[in-house]
């Protein structure tokens, strides 16, 4: 099997294992005391800062990369991304494969004034209800995972939760797929998640092919002040970066680099 595929196959297990643990029952009945969501979409097109903004993301590992940065307190983290030019925060959910967690982006929920996105491998509706009661402000949805029957169906009931969906796409197909299903939002993921191989160019090719109106964010690969400069010559809204910030020795100063600040948001980190 592919990562992709072994990943997918461990979640079936996982999920069943949690809704036997905890029906869905008895998430809807905590679902009024979930912290308000905030506006995902509106935080990735605002023009606070010339060029794409920026999703800046915790995680401690990665199939590929193994330990990332395994040590790491999400919150202070966070805390960091917010106060250098971070639009919003992703937070990986998965345990078995990134060693994250729903209480990790509980606790960036509550820490952070920025919407947060629940990064997580979504194949089953009982997992909206999680990400909500955890906070997230929005759900990633990936079409490599999901019929275009399921994108639609998720990315509705997200809605009505309260949720935005970041629907991921990494070829034609997929996109072809997430028009359809009535995406908002589009994540070009630059890795193939079958391989883990990793092409700016797959944000290049897609790009032409979304129409306006719909925000745009290109995912994986993005390392330096050049790609932040060539995905903004590609009119892409966001990005979502990870791994050249989580390795970074100085993880603000990357971050004002990545977000296109020259310093930090003074009046942000007073407080």
Not at 66 to 89: H, K, Q, S, T
């Amino acid at each position: 099997m592919t990562i992709l595929e072994t990943i997918v196959a461990h979640k079936r297990g996982e999920i069943a294992a949690r809704m036997a643990a905890t029906p869905l029952t008895a998430l809807l009945e905590r679902l009024p005391a979930a912290l308000p969501p905030r506006d995902f979409r509106a935080a990735l097109l605002d023009s606070a800062s010339p060029g794409p903004r920026v999703i800046a993301e915790v995680k401690r590992r990665s199939p590929s990369k193994g330990a990332l940065r395994p040590d790491l307190d999400p919150v202070e983290l966070a805390r960091i991304y917010e106060e250098n030019g971070a639009a919003a925060i992703s937070v990986l959910t998965d345990d078995r494969f990134f060693g994250g967690s729903l209480d990790d982006l509980h606790r960036v929920r509550a820490s952070v004034s920025l919407p947060v996105l629940c990064k997580e491998f979504i194949i089953a509706p009982y997992q909206l209800y999680e990400a909500r009661l955890a906070g997230a402000d929005a759900v990633l949805l990936i079409a490599g995972i999901l019929t275009r029957e399921q994108l639609t169906s998720f990315r509705e009931q997200a809605a009505q939760l309260g949720m935005a969906s970041l629907i991921e796409v990494h070829n034609r197909a997929e996109l072809d797929s997430a028009l359809t299903s009535g995406a908002e939002i589009i994540g070009i993921n630059n890795r193939d998640l079958h391989t883990f191989t990793v092409s700016l160019d797959t944000t290049r090719t897609l790009r032409a092919s979304i129409p306006p109106g719909i925000t745009t964010v290109s995912e994986s690969g993005i390392m330096t002040a050049d790609d932040r400069a060539l995905m903004s010559s590609l009119a892409i809204d966001a990005l979502l970066v990870g791994e050249s910030l989580l390795t970074s020795a100085d993880v603000a100063a990357a971050t004002r680099e990545i977000s296109g600040l020259s310093a930090p948001r003074l009046e942000e980190s007073l407080r």
